[in-house]
């Protein structure tokens, strides 16, 4: 414990460790950058897909298997292989981001909206709604909390797992851990693992405002 605190404090108290190309702050914004792109492409690509086979009750199948398949998927072993494939670049650092993404977004989608009570589709519908306004205006405000933990969950695996970025040359706070490793730093190791902690931290408690903010109070008093 000791030590870890003599290395915490040898990394945060370095006055260079705040500023420059290699500086937390820059480190942090590299790291926000690729999760929140990779967050949005997963929410683009899986979003509108779990909520339209959840409103139209086809396509269960085809969505349990693509998410499934997304999930076997290695996330490691994949940026090798795309970065092999294809060369140093982006797209290999955000499509295995995006597969370990979308999983929980399309099922936490598509349960939602099947969750939701018959009757009130029925009463919808009963009052001249069109399917989309069934969707958006009666289904989604009842599933929002299943649909926003999805989300909450791609975006905090999208969090912690983009420190693999940094084993193929880019930055974020997965770059001081490869580095430290590289020099035996054990500073530079457990500062950037501290980091990569507080930035999922910060995407839980972002997510947990929003559901403040997004529900309904009547979904509210009832999970409560």
């Known amino acids: 414990m000791t030590t870890l605190l003599?290395?915490?404090?040898?990394?945060?108290?370095?006055?260079?460790?705040w500023s420059g190309p290699s500086g937390i702050p820059v480190r942090l914004v590299q790291h926000f950058g690729y999760t929140m792109l990779a967050f949005t492409i997963s929410v683009v690509l899986a979003l509108p897909?779990?909520?339209?086979?959840?409103?139209t009750g086809r396509g269960g199948v085809l969505v349990?298997?693509?998410?499934?398949?997304?999930?076997?998927?290695?996330?490691y072993g994949l940026l090798v292989l795309l970065v092999v494939l294809t060369g140093i670049g982006l797209?290999?650092?955000?499509?295995?981001?995006?597969?370990?993404?979308?999983?929980?977004?399309?099922?936490n989608?598509?349960?939602?909206?099947?969750?939701?009570?018959?009757?009130?589709t029925d009463a919808a519908r009963g009052m001249g709604m069109t399917p989309s306004q069934i969707l958006m205006r009666a289904q989604l405000p009842v599933a929002l909390p299943l649909v926003l933990g999805g989300m909450r969950t791609a975006a905090v695996q999208i969090v912690a797992t983009a420190t693999i970025a940094a084993s193929v040359s880019f930055g974020g706070v997965g770059r001081p851990i490869v580095d430290g490793l590289a020099r035996s730093d054990y500073a530079l190791v457990v500062g950037g693992a501290v980091l990569?902690?507080?930035?999922?931290?910060?995407v839980l408690a972002i997510f947990a405002a929003l559901g403040r903010l997004l529900f309904s109070p009547g979904?509210?008093?009832a999970r409560d």
């Open 49 to 55: 897909l779990g909520l339209w086979t959840g409103h």
């Open 109 to 120: 989608s598509y349960e939602g909206i099947r969750g939701v009570d018959p009757a009130l």
């Open 6 to 17: 003599h290395h915490l404090a040898e990394y945060f108290g370095n006055a260079a460790n």
């Open 219 to 221: 979904v509210r008093a």
């Open 91 to 107: 797209v290999p650092v955000l499509v295995p981001l995006v597969a370990l993404a979308v999983p929980p977004i399309l099922l």
């Open 64 to 75: 349990s298997l693509m998410a499934n398949s997304a999930r076997a998927l290695p996330t």
């Open 196 to 202: 990569a902690a507080v930035c999922s931290l910060l």
